[in-house]
């Protein structure tokens, strides 16, 4: 097992490397870039950017130290004439695009091996911090979404499987296709019309995780306000993950039930119950149990962005993609690399989950 973890950990550097490579690649191709939004912000081109910057309090370091540096003439570098050429060349090299494209992404890459990925373009403030200020309301989304519909559609896959072709399991299969089939952002929208005040019931809050006053209130009503401005997003983005784990466990069970070591269980006069949680279970649960890392991650990062939109919450989905939007590339190409390097770590855990729930399973004589 020593010798396949160290296989997997070492394959990790090559695919990190291609995935960062390709993703550079695509950027250079991809039209505009921060010197032409500070461009376009200058001569008045680009004013939603500008109003939003502005709105929210931000500076845009870039251009504040350009014109700091040229306030006497600034006038010089608007109207029709444009801009200065080498006001533009100082802004290339502030942001590094004075060298060439392959310096900079080796440049990069020496420093994301020390995890040093810089400061934001457009925020005076490190990478990591921002990431760091965003993770609070992704951790609340992933952590309980997984906890949640790990802990409702087991026991309910489970009945499922057992009852299989009574009402039960038609009706229920029903609902479940049926809340699969709906797209989280529409179910969000649906429940902040008939909870949040829409046009029904206010029984929930519309935005953030906690209130207003929260900072004023004792721990138990600071835990129950956390958990109040929760019940929405949470539901809203537990669809699809609650169909799907719901469905793999009754399909591990129904396929288990099946097999002719039961039917040697139930003839030698073990109980149902007996049958079902000491035989069937642990084999059963092998695929649900060893993806939950996976799932964890899932949740985590990914499909939150519209969630994040319509509940005004402010995690990584939003940092994501206001990034790419003002083509704050610093940002871009760290969370990338960290959510890449985490999915590839979670990918090997999982496995290492399968053998340690079934230690039948050796990956150590199997080609990675």
């Known amino acids: 097992m020593a010798a396949y973890i160290l296989r997997r950990l070492l394959l990790i550097i090559p695919t990190m490397i291609g995935i960062m490579a390709v993703s550079f690649v695509i950027v250079q191709f991809a039209p505009g870039g921060p010197v032409e939004k500070i461009i376009a912000q200058l001569t008045g081109n680009d004013v939603s950017a500008t109003a939003r910057i502005s709105g929210s309090g931000g500076d845009l370091v870039g251009a504040k130290a350009a014109l700091n540096a040229t306030d006497a003439t600034s006038s010089r570098y608007r109207g029709s004439q444009g801009l200065d050429p080498e006001f533009i060349k100082k802004l290339e090299k502030q942001f590094g695009f004075d060298k060439p494209a392959p310096e900079r992404f080796l440049l990069m890459m020496k420093n994301y091996l020390t ?64 809340g699969y089939a709906v797209p989280g952002f529409l179910f969000g929208i649906l429940l902040i019309v008939l ?136 940002v871009v190409f760290a969370t990338l690399f960290i959510f890449s390097l985490l999915g590839l770590l979670i990918g090997l855990i999982s496995d290492l989950t399968y053998t340690w729930i079934d230690p039948r399973i050796d990956f150590e004589s199997r080609e990675v």
């Not at 403030?125 to 979404?145: C, F, H, Y």
């Not at 958990?227 to 809203?236: E, N």
């Open 115 to 178: 995890f040093n990925f810089g400061e934001s373009y457009f925020r005076n403030v490190s990478v990591l911090k921002l990431i760091g200020e965003k993770m609070p309301v992704s951790i609340s989304l992933g952590l309980w979404l997984t906890l949640l519909s790990y802990g409702i559609s087991i026991p309910l896959g489970i009945r499922k499987a057992v009852s299989d072709g009574t009402p039960f399991d038609i009706w229920t299969s029903a609902a479940v296709i049926v």
């Open 195 to 330: 909870f949040a005040g829409g046009s029904f019931w206010d029984f929930f809050p519309l935005r953030g995780l906690h209130s207003d006053n929260a900072a004023t209130l004792s721990w138990p009503h600071y835990i129950a306000d956390y958990l109040w401005h929760l019940v929405l997003p949470i539901t809203a983005m537990g669809l699809s993950a609650f169909a799907n784990t719901t469905l793999l466990t009754k399909n591990c069970f129904l396929d288990e039930i099946r097999k002719q070591y039961v039917t040697t269980a139930r003839m030698k006069g073990l109980g149902e119950r007996q049958v079902l949680y000491g035989h069937v279970f642990r084999n059963a649960m092998l695929l649900v149990i060893a993806g939950f890392p996976g799932a964890f991650i899932g949740a985590f990062f990914s499909g939150s962005l519209l969630i994040e939109q319509i509940f005004s919450l402010d995690g990584l989905g939003q940092l994501g993609f206001n990034s790419v939007i003002d083509r704050d590339y610093p």
